[in-house]
């Protein structure tokens, strides 16, 4: 009975890991993203503000030094 058990759950996790390969590689193609390299350009004319002066960020600059 337990060896009729591991063998169901070896050929499931086989079988759900080939699925699992199967819907990535399915997403991957389906993107829209060739030629790219993989970055999305978007439209949005919003300035991206990666970083602000505040005191926090000098404090933390200073320390890091």
């Known amino acids: 009975m337990n060896e009729s058990r591991r063998g169901f759950v070896a050929k499931a996790a086989l ?6 390969v199967g819907v ?4 991957a ?3 829209g993203t060739k030629g790219s390299n993989g970055v999305v350009v978007g439209k949005s004319n919003k300035k991206e503000i990666t970083y602000k ?13």
């Open 29 to 31: 193609s389906s993107s």
């Open 53 to 65: 002066k505040t005191q926090a960020w000098e404090d933390y600059y200073k320390s890091a030094l």
């Open 15 to 20: 079988v759900g890991a080939v699925a699992a």
């Open 24 to 27: 990535v590689g399915a997403q």
